[in-house]
């Protein structure tokens, strides 16, 4: 069923009987040319452009619970491309075009709001710095304005200015960044899949890989053996346990990133909003309630439940930013599991085993490089070289010492 204005009022009319399901829950077949393990929003993305974009349609998408179940439903929502390094900006520049054009692509309201990105500095340093930044960004093609304090007053007027430890000197805006629904997201892709043949097949967690000498050829799940040509690895905090059970260790380490939302109150916040002296970001949702994070706990962990030190570290930033904030009741908290790399970048390559493929290490940006990683990883998968948007990405980096070290914190993946 396709989406219109003109199926919605004819279902309006009819009692709205005659909705089908937004994808198929599948049964696995014996084998498949591509299977892609994990039904997020990578996972699915990958499978949606490896049938809309290469023709292959012999795919299947496995979830060991319901699709969209773990980071992708655990996240804050903020799609951005404002990135300074060579091997990062063009990555994202085009994750945030796919965004722009994503509802079209999928034909589903994936409610991509592009409300802009505010990224506040403090200090004549950070001016600079965050001017180099834009300026990156520019030379790659995305839009970047350098504020002052008083543009950015206008914006956001109740930040805290004039008393707060950090004064706000200005800030750098990416006007095209913003949000989107994530389940929507897991949703539309899925939905954008399914349509063209492929199979997603969940509460279908697996167990173990079946190699023949130094390839894979399929894998062992809870619902049985399932052989496959090429087998793709899109499972975000998971990614060191799964690939483990194929005999790999990966430069990652799982930490648990928490998040939170506030009762509903009026519009406060136009956009996203980070704090330059500290790690925190806000935005506003559609329903009224503050999302807003900080850093990861700190610790590894497997756990999607995080800890109380952390809770009072982000409100902390968050009064520092804004001291409204403490009259806002917090409504409730989340944990997601990042794959943080040594570098704070990610991982899109062939892994040493013939057949078998890896995207991970997304740290803090997984939600806003969903299309262009399902883009990147379904090229990859389908013509064995790496897409040039994602060259860099390189599972060897760490090897050859070819870092792409955004935050410029050394190969500590606490810190990123």
């Known amino acids: 069923m396709r989406y219109s204005g003109w199926s919605l009022a004819w279902n309006a009319l009819t009692g709205n009987k005659h909705w089908r399901p937004v994808w198929r829950d599948a049964s696995p077949k014996a084998s498949y040319d591509v299977l892609v393990i994990g039904g997020g929003g990578h996972g699915l993305a990958t499978a949606h452009y490896l049938a809309k974009e290469h023709g292959i349609t012999d795919v299947a998408v496995l979830e060991k619970s319901w699709i969209g179940s773990g980071n992708a439903g655990r996240n804050t929502t903020i799609i951005r491309s404002?990135?300074?390094l060579p091997g990062n900006e063009p990555f994202y520049e085009?994750?945030?075009?796919?965004?722009?054009?994503?509802?079209?692509?999928?034909?589903?309201?994936?409610?991509?709001?592009q409300r802009g990105v505010l990224n506040l500095y403090h200090s004549d340093a950070?001016?600079?710095?965050?001017?180099?930044?834009?300026?990156?960004?520019?030379?790659?093609?995305?839009?970047?304005?350098?504020l002052d304090a008083d543009a950015v007053r206008g914006m956001v007027p109740l930040l805290d200015f004039d008393n707060a430890r950090f004064p706000i000197k200005g800030g750098l805006l990416q006007r095209r960044g913003g949000t989107a629904r994530h389940?929507?997201?897991?949703?539309?892709?899925?939905?954008?899949?399914?349509?063209?043949?492929?199979?997603?097949?969940?509460?279908?967690?697996?167990?173990?890989?079946?190699?023949?000498?130094?390839?894979?050829v399929g894998v062992e799940t809870t619902r049985g053996t399932i052989g496959a040509g090429k087998v793709g690895l899109a499972v975000a905090g998971s990614s060191s346990r799964v690939a483990a059970r194929a005999g790999l260790r990966l430069?990652?380490?799982?930490?648990?990133?928490?998040?939170?939302?506030?009762?509903?109150?009026?519009?406060?916040?136009?956009?996203?909003?980070?704090?330059?002296?500290?790690h925190f970001y806000i935005s506003q949702s559609d329903k009224g309630g503050l999302v807003f994070g900080g850093d990861i706990d700190g610790y590894n962990s497997y756990a999607q439940r995080g800890n109380l030190p952390t809770v009072e570290d982000v409100c902390e930033g968050g009064m520092a930013l804004m001291p409204a904030l403490g009259r806002i009741r917090m409504l409730r908290s989340w944990g997601g599991l990042v794959d943080m790399s040594m570098d704070g970048s990610p991982i899109i390559d062939r892994t040493?085993?013939?057949?078998?493929?890896?995207?991970?290490?997304?740290?803090?940006?997984?939600?806003?490089?969903?299309?262009?990683?399902?883009?990147?990883?379904?090229?990859?998968?389908?013509?064995?070289?790496?897409h040039p948007f994602a060259?860099?990405?390189?599972?060897?980096?760490?090897?050859?010492?070819?870092?792409?070290?955004?935050?410029?914190?050394g190969a500590q993946p606490n810190l990123h």
């Open 126 to 146: 950070q001016r600079d710095a965050f001017a180099r930044r834009g300026n990156a960004m520019r030379l790659a093609g995305a839009d970047a304005e350098l």
């Open 183 to 216: 389940d929507a997201v897991v949703w539309g892709y899925a939905r954008g899949a399914s349509s063209r043949g492929v199979d997603i097949v969940q509460n279908c967690e697996v167990t173990g890989f079946v190699r023949d000498g130094e390839r894979i």
């Open 251 to 278: 430069p990652i380490e799982s930490h648990v990133l928490q998040a939170f939302v506030s009762e509903a109150i009026k519009p406060f916040i136009p956009g996203v909003v980070t704090f330059g002296a500290g």
């Open 352 to 386: 040493p085993l013939g057949g078998l493929y890896l995207n991970a290490g997304w740290c803090y940006g997984g939600f806003k490089a969903t299309p262009a990683s399902g883009w990147c990883f379904a090229h990859l998968l389908a013509r064995d070289e790496p």
């Open 82 to 84: 404002n990135y300074l």
């Open 94 to 113: 085009w994750s945030m075009k796919l965004w722009e054009g994503l509802e079209q692509d999928l034909n589903y309201n994936t409610m991509v709001s």
């Open 391 to 409: 060259a860099a990405y390189r599972l060897d980096r760490f090897k050859t010492g070819h870092l792409i070290d955004e935050k410029g914190q």
